[in-house]
């Protein structure tokens, strides 16, 4: 059966299998994490990225000239969209990584080559070893969500808590951040800090730190709904002394570099949801066409056609939308923001819709722990909220179309 309407070129239709089959061979250890303890997910899911080194997965963001694919976009919402079709906290995982090493790889592209040398090439050498590198990527903070993410007009500064001042050939980290995916297994966190009080956000820079900096502490495992299988956690910095070539972004290019990862990746946290989306009309269509009430399949009653056809149109456009946008982010520089909100805002919302509508489907089975569709359904409601919840996302939107007024 075809994976996909939409026309991907067949060097990422393989990658999509490649990962596929990693990602399915393991699926019923990913099913089990999802009632697990933190301490046997993290665990576990360190050696699934362990030996994601056989397939080089996590060096595909890294250019090839570092000794990564320099699939950044369109390779990895493929890959994302195969690992979400079998457990999305294994995607979030993944794209955690990925969203970590995109300030390195953006400052790269814009010429820092020393940041290349120093952190990518490492990188994609640590996983040909087979001993993959875990990032993360850290700006949300407890006192600001949304608003590390877009800045309101007019609006007072946002509270921020984290901070970085110069002393002598070091820079020193304090502060607060929440919410970060892989932050309680990462061997290195991408943090963004303001240097400046006064200056705010024009002052922000971004650094690497790595997990044994003196000072750094994964202050809590959060506790959640759905991506059970992704450890997300606070981390606290308490005075961290970091080398002056850990500064990837320098303060100036820290704020522009948000506003670019969060373009690159938007329309690839659609790959995520996509992945869920397709796998709930699986599970719906297989089931409508084996259960029998009044007498038929209940596929054949009208009303299940009609929820059917309608989670594949909104499947088919949000494929065609997001990676009509993630093929334009590689050849379009700056890349489109708004586009690439839209495609994970679309698709977020049809893998939420496709997953109740899966769980409609099956009826009371749907709504037991003995399907998948259940936790599809927890799974789905994320995509609607991180990388900029969708009310953020639709303003971004907005923005660009009231501009062009
Ligand atoms: C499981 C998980 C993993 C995550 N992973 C990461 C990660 O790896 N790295 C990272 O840095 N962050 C991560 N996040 C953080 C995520 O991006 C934030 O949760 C998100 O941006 C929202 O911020 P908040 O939770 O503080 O909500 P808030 O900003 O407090 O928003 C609360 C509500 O108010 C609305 N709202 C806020 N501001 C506005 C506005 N201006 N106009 C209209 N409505 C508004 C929001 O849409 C939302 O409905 C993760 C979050 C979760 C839950």
Redesign the pocket.
Same mark, same amino acid.
Request: aromatic share 10%.
């Given at each position: 059966m075809k994976t996909h309407r939409y026309p991907l070129p067949p060097e990422y239709l393989n990658v999509y299998n490649v990962v596929r089959e990693f990602a399915a061979s393991r699926e019923h250890l990913l099913l089990k994490l999802d009632r697990a303890s933190h301490e046997e997910v993290m665990g576990e899911i360190r050696r699934i990225l362990r030996e994601s080194s056989s397939i080089r997965l996590l060096s595909m963001p890294i250019p090839g000239d570092l000794g990564g694919s320099g699939y950044f976009t369109l390779g990895a919402t493929v890959a994302l969209e195969a690992l979400a079709f079998h457990d999305a906290g294994l995607a +979030?995982t993944v794209g955690?990584v990925w969203?970590g090493l995109l300030p390195p790889v953006i400052a790269n592209m814009l010429g820092r080559g020393d940041v290349g040398e120093r952190w990518l090439r490492p990188f994609a050498e640590a996983d040909a070893r087979g001993e993959p590198q875990v990032w993360?990527?850290?700006?949300?903070e407890p006192t600001?969500?949304?608003?590390?993410?877009?800045l309101?007009p007019g609006a007072p500064q946002p509270e921020f808590l984290t901070y970085a001042r110069r002393e002598g050939e070091y820079w020193v980290i304090s502060g607060r951040?929440i919410?970060?995916?892989?932050?309680p297994i990462a061997d290195y966190v991408t943090v963004f800090a303001l240097t400046d009080r006064l200056k705010g956000v024009e002052s922000m820079a971004c650094f690497v730190v790595p997990r044994e900096a003196e000072g750094f502490r994964v202050f809590s495992v959060?506790d959640?709904m759905g991506?059970r299988s992704?450890p +997300?956690g606070e981390l606290a910095f308490e005075s961290v002394r970091v080398p002056e070539d850990h500064m990837v972004c320098p303060p100036g290019l820290g704020w522009d570099s948000v506003q670019l990862t969060l373009a690159y990746s938007r329309a690839p946290v659609g790959g995520i949801a996509l992945g869920i989306a397709k796998r709930a009309y699986r599970e719906a269509l297989n089931y409508a066409k084996s259960r029998i009430q009044g007498g038929r399949r209940i596929a054949e009653h009208q009303i299940v056609r009609e929820k059917l056809a309608n989670m594949y149109i909104m499947i088919a456009a949000a494929e065609s939308l997001v990676y009509s946008v993630v093929s334009r982010l590689e050849s379009e520089f700056p890349p489109p923001m708004d586009d690439s909100s839209a495609a994970k805002v679309f698709a977020s919302d049809v893998a939420v819709h496709a997953s109740l509508e899966a769980v409609q489907i099956m009826g009371g089975y749907g709504y037991t722990r003995d399907f998948i569709v259940e936790k599809l359904v927890r799974d789905a409601k994320?995509t609607q909220?991180?990388?900029?919840?969708?009310?953020?996302n639709r303003?971004t939107i907005s923005d660009k179309i009231l501009s062009e007024v």
């Open positions: +979030t955690a969203l993360a990527f850290a700006i949300t600001a969500g949304s608003d590390y993410e877009r309101e951040k919410f970060i995916s892989n932050g959060i959640k991506h992704s +997300t994320l909220i991180y990388e900029g919840t969708n009310e953020v303003l």
